[in-house]
């Protein structure tokens, strides 16, 4: 598969390849999205092919209506002519009506249920993913790339139901009425095949062109409308339009050339049919003068003709769709391979620690996100119970501590027990509900305040949401909001203050009840007061839990039971703040700074 593979280098066997892994994309799209519409989609196909008969049949009645009813005046045949042409538009408008919404409703079932399916799916992978996919990427991935899916509904299976059935039908007209003019009207046909197929990978590669640049323009919007704060305030507003319009032009570019490429299929099939027409005419005009054969023999045919271009140049554009559709399908599918780390390990689990019993211990644990690594061979043990702190510069790794403990990444080297389980064997649901984090700055939903705090949980009725409000400090604010409780907090929360917000997610914490608490730094942001309430709101959740608090003002950790300073990822001093005062090592010297500073 590698670029090494000498056989990649051979054009022959990458085409088939590429053609084998095609038919792999279509299998799995069929047996794993189309199939549970099979039944509707065969009805839609019976539908269709009504309405293409229906076109061969309009063309064949009209050998009728003009040798019957208009050369020869026969005036019985007047009303039966008419009736019939009439039914066959009649039957034409209510079948398509009805297969369209048939395929326009399987068409949405099938987009939205892989939505579903994918977001479900890229919820589980690793932040190692996320880091090298940013959200608008896959916001256009999860809605673009299954919307382009649609087109297999609404051009490809009529194009086969509808017209391919219309096609065959003319043709029948057209031959019945004369071989040899059927002939000479389509002797320019063959000479599509060469251009078609060159046109067909031209749209290919420019569907996939337009689809990634697509993603692009909306990982760029993503971050204009969640930096637009910062854009505002140093004037970037230009600079990045710049940036917005350099993406834009690309995907213009691509969508104009899928676009032509499309068209100029259909365009090549008009100019075979003009010198059919031409051929046919002059042909059949000598036949007609000399009586040989009559005008409605060559209306019917004309006729038979003309319809059948139409059908023949969108079956034509059809192949384009479908590499199109194949470009689409294979993003969407590649995203479907990507797989998790981080997994539900086998039977049997480790049990979960007992309450009051969820000791911590990290042993030799080693851990890179890239090639260096953050912690190197750390150990540490937070007692259960107890408020252990985690102290160091930044960037000496603290934060990735919690990263591993909640199993968001597992390290390279050693293991981390609770209760004296190894977590990689715990239930992973499990393991996580052990936690609540507080972080710096909390993740807040545009949801209502009430929703962010209960976060789902159920079974929590207002008397105790109202008594996590107060112990929150949450309850001061709720009479500035205008509707208290069931106030919307805004995109990430944006309505409130950091402090509020921090209040808010201790208030989720302490309704979530689980028994491990990690702080991050969950008042470095805020103001003093904010933070004496905060800080307040925090002693009363920690009391009774196992608790981990990373603090960068040393004030807030000195009443720790442990502090543990961390240095490029490992450990250089621990004991409690009048030991490690006492030792005078590097603990000692932030102390001082820190108070010197007036920090405290
Ligand atoms: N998601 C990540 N991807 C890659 N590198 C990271 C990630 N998070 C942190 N790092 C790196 O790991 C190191 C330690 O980070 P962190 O644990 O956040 O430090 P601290 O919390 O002590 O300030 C830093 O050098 C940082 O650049
Ligand atoms: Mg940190």
Redesign the pocket.
């Known amino acids: 598969m590698t670029s090494k593979d000498p056989t990649s280098r051979a054009p022959k066997p990458r085409d088939h390849r590429d053609r084998v892994h095609d038919r792999m994309l279509a299998r799995w799209f069929w047996l794993g999205h189309v199939r549970p519409w099979t039944g509707l989609i065969v009805l839609s196909l019976v539908l269709m092919a009504i309405d293409g008969a229906m076109t061969g049949a309009v063309s064949a009645l009209l050998k009728p209506m003009f040798d019957d009813v208009l050369v020869e005046t026969r005036s019985g045949m007047v009303i039966w002519v008419a009736l019939a042409i009439g039914g066959a538009f009649v039957m034409r408008a209510g079948t398509s009506l009805a297969y369209k919404t048939l395929m326009a409703y399987v068409a949405e079932k099938v987009a939205t249920g892989l939505q579903s399916d994918l977001t479900r799916h890229l919820m589980r992978l690793d932040?190692?993913f996320f880091?090298t996919h940013p959200p608008g990427h896959l916001i256009d991935r999860v809605r673009g790339d299954t919307q382009e899916l649609n087109a297999v509904f609404e051009k490809l299976i009529p194009g086969v139901g509808r017209d391919m059935v219309s096609v065959v039908a003319l043709l029948c007209v057209a031959l019945y009425t004369d071989w040899v003019w059927t002939a000479v009207a389509l002797v320019g046909i063959p000479f599509l095949v060469a251009p078609a197929s060159m046109l067909q990978r031209l749209v290919r590669r420019m569907g996939v062109q337009a689809r990634e640049t697509s993603a692009s323009a909306s990982t760029r919007l993503d971050e204009i409308f969640h930096g637009v704060v910062t854009i505002q305030r140093t004037g970037l507003e230009d600079h990045e339009i710049g940036r917005l319009q350099r993406v834009l032009k690309r995907f213009l570019k691509a969508r104009v050339r899928t676009a032509g490429g499309q068209a100029a299929m259909g365009s090549l099939s008009d100019v075979v049919a003009a010198l059919g027409f031409a051929l046919v005419l002059i042909f059949a005009g000598g036949q007609i003068a000399t009586g040989e054969r009559s005008v409605g023999d060559f209306m019917a045919f004309f006729a038979a003709i003309a319809f059948l271009f139409e059908p023949l140049r969108r079956l034509g554009s059809l192949s384009g769709v479908w590499q199109n559709v194949l470009a689409s399908l294979d993003r969407v599918h590649r995203l479907l391979q990507e797989q998790p780390s981080i997994t539900q390990p086998d039977a049997p689990l480790a049990t979960l620690p007992a309450p009051g019993d969820e000791e911590i211990r990290l042993e030799g644990v080693t851990f890179a996100?890239?090639s260096?690594p953050?912690?190197r061979q750390l150990s540490l043990v937070a007692e259960a119970g107890k408020t252990t702190a985690?102290v160091?510069?930044?960037?000496?790794?603290?934060?990735?501590?919690?990263?591993l403990l909640t199993r968001l990444?597992d390290p390279q080297q050693g293991r981390i027990t609770i209760g004296g389980q190894d977590i990689r064997r715990m239930d992973l649901a499990g393991l996580r509900a052990l936690f609540s984090v507080v972080a710096q700055d909390s993740a807040l939903f545009d949801e209502t305040l009430r929703d962010n705090v209960l976060m789902g949980a159920t079974g929590i009725d207002e008397a105790q949401l109202q008594a996590a409000l107060d112990a929150a400090h949450v309850t001061e604010f709720l009479d500035q909001l205008s509707n208290g409780v069931d106030t919307r907090v805004g995109p990430r929360g944006s309505a409130l203050s950091g402090g509020q917000r921090q209040r808010v997610a201790i208030a989720r914490a302490l309704v979530r009840g689980a028994p491990i608490l990690l702080l991050?730094?969950a008042t470095s942001a805020l103001d003093a007061r904010s933070e004496k309430l905060v800080q307040e709101a925090l002693d009363k959740l920690s009391v009774g839990r196992t608790t981990l608090v990373?603090a960068h003002r040393l004030s807030t950790v000195r009443r720790a039971d442990k502090i543990i300073v961390?240095d490029r990822?490992t450990v250089i001093e621990e004991g409690t703040h009048d030991q490690l005062l006492a030792a005078g090592g590097s603990y000692a010297r932030l102390y001082a700074m820190q108070f010197h500073d007036g920090m405290e």
């Open positions: 932040q190692a880091r996100y890239d260096d953050v912690l985690l160091g510069a930044s960037g000496a790794g603290k934060s990735t501590v919690f990263t990444a991050d730094e990373i961390l990822g």
